[in-house]
């Protein structure tokens, strides 16, 4: 026996890879509907070897379904996640709509699945940000061991994280650069992003920081261990899916290299490909499709007493987004739901 599951915003990116990932993972799903806005209703959507026709979200009853996946902004979610919820089927929710509440469960299942029993408060779990989900999958098996101080994080943000649009422009703004009088300004992101970085994502904070930034160190709090420091620069990068970032990390006590590295080979989550020579390390082109979180450059910092230096990345469709939410569901399912 399996699950009635909807993925809400089957037609977006996230959507689209929720169902691959579902059945590529081979979720046990007796019945599933992909559901869209209006405008979209009718499109078709693949799940494993089925073709799926949009329903509408509108005039959808979630009764009797066990799990809403739901990949749409927080404005849609705000108004149908709580129905869904109230029916009976518990959400798991792509947006940062609900991460900072406390009485949903913001989940990494490599991290804190434990805590995903506190779904019942609202019969919602929240999905964290991309940039976030990767990181504490590197972060918390080093914390277990020597305990996290303070991490100072720069990421290198793919425009797929935000949306369609966005990787149109990117692409469009590349060929343009190539034909004259083709040339195509700004509109997704405030400068160009072709052959560009942009150090903004988000909207700007009173402390000059970005809410990109700020989700970063309130997630990690909330994920890992509320007693982290957490400084982060958040910078978008003409790459079109896979994000990275570069990870220094003040622990506690003395953690070595090698021993950091040797935990990282056994984390849940994590592959490690860490060679000191040309290519040695893995780049987001590498990233896109695997599930996994590919960390490099473990080394130490020298300049503080108890430091480490990484490099992470993840395809951010997957991992920091569509996968992380269905192992959420795999999780809901094995401990709570138990059903297939």
Not at 87 to 94: L, P, R, T
Not at 233 to 259: K, M, Q, W, Y
Request: charged share 25%; with cysteine.
């Amino acid at each position: 026996m399996g699950y009635k599951v909807a993925v809400v915003g089957a037609t977006g990116n996230v959507g689209r890879e929720m169902l691959n990932i579902l059945a590529e993972r081979q979720f046990p799903v007796d019945e599933i509907a992909a559901l869209a806005s209006r405008r979209s209703l009718g499109s078709e959507c693949s799940f494993g070897d089925k073709t799926l026709k949009t329903l509408d979200l509108d005039t959808f009853d979630f009764t009797g379904w066990d799990i809403a996946l739901f990949a749409i902004g927080s404005d849609a979610t705000k108004q149908y996640a709580p129905k869904a919820a109230k029916a009976g089927c518990v959400v798991i929710d792509n947006s940062s709509l609900y991460r900072y509440d406390p009485d949903v469960p913001l989940i990494v299942p490599e991290v804190n699945a434990d805590a995903i029993t506190g779904y019942s408060k609202k019969n919602i779990i929240a999905n964290p940000n991309c940039s976030t989900a990767q990181m504490v999958v590197a972060l918390k098996p080093l914390h277990d061991r020597a305990r996290i101080k303070r991490v100072v994080v720069s990421t290198y943000q793919s425009v797929s994280g935000s949306g369609k649009d966005a990787m149109d422009e990117l692409w469009n703004q590349t060929k343009g650069m190539y034909v004259p009088g083709q040339e195509v300004e700004p509109s997704v992101y405030p400068k160009q992003i072709a052959f560009n970085v942009i150090p903004h994502i988000d909207v700007f904070l009173d402390d000059g920081s970005t809410k990109e930034e700020w989700k970063m160190v309130a997630e990690t709090k909330k994920i890992v261990d509320p007693k982290i420091k957490v400084t982060a620069t958040c910078v978008r990068v003409p790459v079109f899916v896979g994000h990275s970032e570069a990870i220094n990390i003040e622990f506690e006590e003395f953690l070595d290299e090698d021993e950091a590295r040797d935990i990282l080979r056994e984390a849940p989550g994590v592959m490690v490909v860490d060679k000191r020579e040309n290519g040695g390390y893995v780049t987001p082109v590498e990233c896109v499709g695997d599930f996994a979180t590919f960390i490099s450059r473990i080394r130490q910092d020298s300049t503080i007493e108890n430091g480490l230096n990484i490099w992470v990345v993840s395809d951010n469709l997957r991992k920091g987004a569509a996968l992380n939410a269905v192992q959420i569901a795999e999780v809901l399912g094995q401990r709570v739901l138990k059903k297939g």
